[in-house]
């Protein structure tokens, strides 16, 4: 098993995730969030269909705002059935232990955990060649909004 985090076009075909994918990604996200102090994500349809956009081109960079004014994630995993929904979520989570308050820096988790983000759309994408050499990946791609990870105001959004 491999898998692969990057601290973070296809126009078409959008495939709406199901009913038990976007529980999965909220109760994900809301469990880390209830340990550090910010309230529930709520989904949000526009961020999921700019999150698939951006999964359909199966390309492991983030959009650099293309999409919007979105915060994001990324994650991958090869092969497909190495990273569900849960595992993707928690690696993010993990990297808990690298955050230092006194000299904050941007991190998947702080996007996750960030208090003034209130709203969550995320998409997976299975990519056949997103790393050559390797099966198939899974790759995901969450956007947020209001986005997080900005500059002098991680004290007020960031509770670890």
């Given at each position: 098993m491999t898998r692969f985090l990057l601290v973070s076009l296809t126009i078409g075909c959008f495939l709406s995730?199901?009913?038990?994918?976007?529980?999965?990604?909220?109760?994900?996200?809301?469990?880390?969030?209830a340990q550090h102090g910010?309230?529930?994500?709520a989904w949000n349809n526009t961020l999921a269909a700019a999150a698939q956009e951006w999964a359909n081109g199966c390309v492991f960079v983030h959009s650099g705002g293309k999409l919007g004014p979105y915060g994001e994630n990324l994650a991958a995993g090869s092969p497909v059935s190495s990273l569900p929904i849960p595992a993707a979520i928690q690696d993010w989570a993990n990297e808990v232990s690298?955050?230092?308050?006194?000299?904050?820096?941007?991190s998947?988790?702080?996007?996750?955990?960030?208090?003034?983000?209130?709203?969550?759309?995320?998409?997976?994408?299975?990519?056949?060649?997103?790393?050559?050499?390797?099966?198939?990946?899974?790759?995901?791609?969450?956007?947020?909004?209001?986005?997080?990870?900005?500059?002098?105001?991680?004290?007020?959004?960031v509770q670890l």
């Open positions: 995730a199901s009913d038990a994918d976007v529980q999965a990604y909220l109760d994900a996200h809301n469990s880390v969030r910010a309230v529930d994500l690298q955050y230092d308050p006194n000299n904050p820096m941007f998947h988790l702080t996007q996750m955990v960030w208090k003034a983000t209130t709203q969550l759309g995320c998409a997976v994408q299975t990519c056949p060649d997103l790393f050559s050499g390797l099966p198939p990946a899974a790759f995901y791609v969450c956007e947020y909004f209001p986005a997080g990870n900005v500059i002098g105001e991680f004290a007020q959004n």
